[in-house]
């Protein structure tokens, strides 16, 4: 299955009220190339948060995220079947950002 990597943004923006009452920010990048195995990401900021969740046409995925304050971090791989699981991804951003709830089978470390 090859993804359709520029339907990202749109998922995103789908989940604008939760972004909202986040104060959280989106910056998208294009579909890259990326030598034969086609990508995309895009970036999230709130005054406590960083991320990135990257795509890649072969359906792996990555939850990269770190809360400022204490320099935790939560990372997550996926491999996803088809474009519809992108949401299993976006819930669980939400559930980690708003409720602190850590992704099943998500690595999680702290910086010193």
């Given at each position: 299955?090859?993804?359709?990597?520029?339907?990202?943004?749109?998922?995103i923006r789908?989940?604008?009220?939760?972004?909202a009452?986040?104060?959280?920010?989106?910056?998208?990048?294009?579909?890259?190339?990326?030598?034969?195995?086609p990508?995309?990401?895009?970036?999230?900021?709130?005054i406590?948060?960083l991320?990135?969740?990257?795509?890649?046409?072969?359906?792996?995925?990555?939850?990269?995220?770190?809360?400022?304050?204490?320099?935790?971090?939560?990372?997550?791989l996926?491999?996803?079947i088809?474009?519809?699981?992108?949401?299993?991804?976006l819930?669980?951003?939400?559930?980690l950002?708003?409720?602190?709830?850590?992704p099943?089978?998500?690595?999680?470390?702290?910086?010193?």
């Amino acid at each position: 299955m090859t993804f359709d990597l520029t339907t990202l943004a749109d998922r995103i923006r789908k989940h604008e009220a939760e972004w909202a009452s986040l104060v959280l920010n989106w910056t998208y990048r294009e579909v890259s190339p990326n030598y034969g195995k086609p990508t995309t990401s895009a970036r999230f900021e709130s005054i406590s948060w960083l991320g990135e969740i990257s795509i890649w046409a072969t359906g792996e995925t990555e939850l990269e995220t770190f809360r400022t304050g204490d320099s935790y971090g939560v990372n997550k791989l996926y491999d996803l079947i088809d474009e519809a699981q992108v949401e299993e991804v976006l819930t669980d951003l939400i559930g980690l950002l708003r409720d602190g709830v850590v992704p099943l089978d998500a690595f999680t470390y702290s910086l010193p």
